[in-house]
């Protein structure tokens, strides 16, 4: 069986700064029909900012869908054509005041496959070098450092549950761990 939903029709339903919410007719594989609301999001990148004393940069971010601050890596949107490199490399400065050295890509996530076509890069920075933060007018963070043992078993215990965080973690641990066994 191909799983596999042809659309059939598409309407834009709402237009906004950041997000796009399509309303679609689609064919399934069965030959029936059905709608598919879904989210147009630019997407983004995040990054693992590991400086040489084994930190990792987070965040407190205070995030307005949950009402609550969020502790999460550093991350932003894509503009329009951006490489998601270029993005990360922009969000770190601007975030935390750091450049890096060495970075390697984590690959991507698709964050809710139920609702949006979101994705986000990964990527983990090293070599870290620290200058001045210069937020958006409309930014308003707590960067602060924590051991990455530390933030990994937050991220395994639930005391972290941003997902791109998470998944951020487990997959630079993973990168670290192969390069050990080299």
Same mark, same amino acid.
């Given at each position: 069986?191909?799983?596999m939903e042809k659309t059939l029709?598409?309407?834009?339903?709402?237009?906004g700064?950041?997000l796009?919410?399509?309303?679609?007719?689609v064919?399934?594989?069965?030959?029936?029909t059905?709608?598919r609301?879904?989210?147009?999001?630019?997407?983004?990148a995040?990054?693992v900012?590991?400086?040489?004393?084994?930190?990792?940069y987070?965040?407190?971010?205070?995030?307005?869908?949950?009402?609550?601050?969020v502790?999460?890596?550093?991350?932003?949107?894509l503009?329009?054509g951006e /490489?998601?490199?270029?993005a990360?490399r922009?969000?770190?400065?601007e975030?935390?005041?750091?450049?890096?050295g060495?970075?390697?890509?984590?690959?991507?996530?698709?964050?809710?496959v139920?609702?949006?076509?979101?994705?986000?890069?990964?990527?983990?920075?090293?070599?870290?070098?620290?200058?001045?933060?210069?937020?958006?007018?409309?930014?308003?963070?707590?960067?602060?450092?924590?051991?990455?043992?530390?933030a990994?078993?937050?991220?395994?215990?639930?005391r972290?549950?941003?997902?791109?965080?998470?998944?951020?973690?487990?997959?630079a641990?993973?990168?670290?761990?192969?390069?050990? /066994?080299?």
């Open positions: 069986m191909e799983l029709a598409s309407e834009q339903i709402f237009d700064r950041l796009k919410v399509y309303r679609d007719q064919e399934l594989t069965n030959g029936g059905s709608i609301e879904f989210v147009h999001h630019p997407g983004g995040a990054v900012a590991l400086d040489a004393d084994g930190n990792i987070l965040e407190r971010q205070f995030r307005y869908p949950y009402h609550k601050v502790l999460e890596i550093p991350a932003g949107k503009e329009p /490489d998601p490199a270029d990360i922009r969000e770190l400065e975030e935390i005041g750091a450049t890096a060495r970075w390697d890509s984590l690959g991507y996530i698709m964050p809710s139920g609702y949006t076509d979101e994705m986000l890069y990964l990527y983990l920075a090293r070599d870290l070098t620290f200058g001045v933060r210069h937020l958006d007018q409309d930014e308003f963070l707590e960067p602060f450092k924590a051991p990455f043992a530390e990994l078993a937050q991220a395994a215990d639930g972290l549950n941003d997902a791109k965080t998470l998944a951020a973690l487990f997959r641990d993973q990168l670290m761990r192969e390069e050990a /066994d080299g």
